[in-house]
């Protein structure tokens, strides 16, 4: 008799180890993805929050549109990546508010509130933003793995695109966020923003510094839509990353190659023209308030052939 409440005990106690949540922010997943509607969502094995990359001195996390139903407690989840990963905020405020919010999409997620929390989310992202450009311009190093977790978080269960991103295409498929652009305008990280078919994958436009001035949703002879993501300031950071969808569906990222020599030319600003797909060095004239060619020859023009889009110019 008293071996069968022994070992009656030992069982309990076993469940009850099983149950224990206090591991919450390693997700263990049984598949590699997870049915979602007709999207499939990227919930990885044993996602590891040390699953990071190092561009330069800044430290990123590898982006992906992960599944956020399979951690059962946000607070804990987001504690854990913060034990490991500084929160870069200016301030003890700026940190509190990120926390309130991290909660606040729990409660929603659970339907224990009724609206999403647009913005506490959008003022999130610009503290988030605002102390990674200070720590970065203070000390070398700054550490982006909680802040692009914390993205990835907002905008997966985001219903609405507006509050995450500065820019965003007529369509409302595609946004843009400048990610620490609050302090002395430099360095910029920016982010896009894609519709799925529940809230929107986030992944990194480019390398450090890719500042995004412009987005241009743009459409070829078939109908194909493509979103040019551009920054036409000047010479220096005149970059440009084109997406489109591929066959199934999904955005992918077009690299046609972006190499030119600027002809040694006076101009005020360089224009780019969405009806015809190219760049012109102009010069502003003062007595009409238009913009005038100085080159016979558009600087580059964008062909759109699908994947195999690319950028041409006799500037070379």
Known sequence: MKKNIMFAIILILCACKSNKTGGDALVEQDSISTEL???????????????VEITGEVLHTRMTYFNFDSVKNLVSFFEEIEL????????????????????????????????????????????LGH???????HRPGVDLTYAEWFMMLVAYYSPDITCLVNMQS????????????????????????VKRTK????????EDCSLITKLYQL??????????????????????????FDVNGKLIEVKPECKIRFPNVQYDEIYFSPEHLEWS???LNKKTGKLVPVTEKPLMKLELKGEDSFFSSSFR
């Open 37 to 51: 509607n007709d999207d499939k969502i990227s919930a990885l094995t044993n996602r590891n929050i040390d699953d």
């Open 84 to 127: 490991k990963h500084e929160i870069i905020v200016f301030c003890e405020e700026d940190k509190s508010t990120v926390d309130r919010c991290i909660l606040q999409i729990d409660k929603y997620r659970k339907g224990l509130c009724k609206f999403y929390p647009d913005t506490l989310v959008y003022k999130s992202l610009s503290y």
């Open 131 to 137: 102390g990674a450009a200070y720590i970065d311009n």
């Open 170 to 193: 007529p369509d409302h498929i595609v946004g843009v966020r400048n990610f620490g652009h609050e302090y002395n305008h430099n360095p910029w990280w920016s982010y896009l923003f």
């Open 199 to 206: 809230g929107y994958e986030v992944r990194a436009i480019g």
């Open 219 to 244: 459409e070829d002879r078939n109908h194909r839509k493509y979103y040019l993501c551009s920054n036409n300031d000047y010479e220096l950071s005149f970059m440009h990353y084109l997406y489109t």
């Open 281 to 283: 060095l102009c010069k």
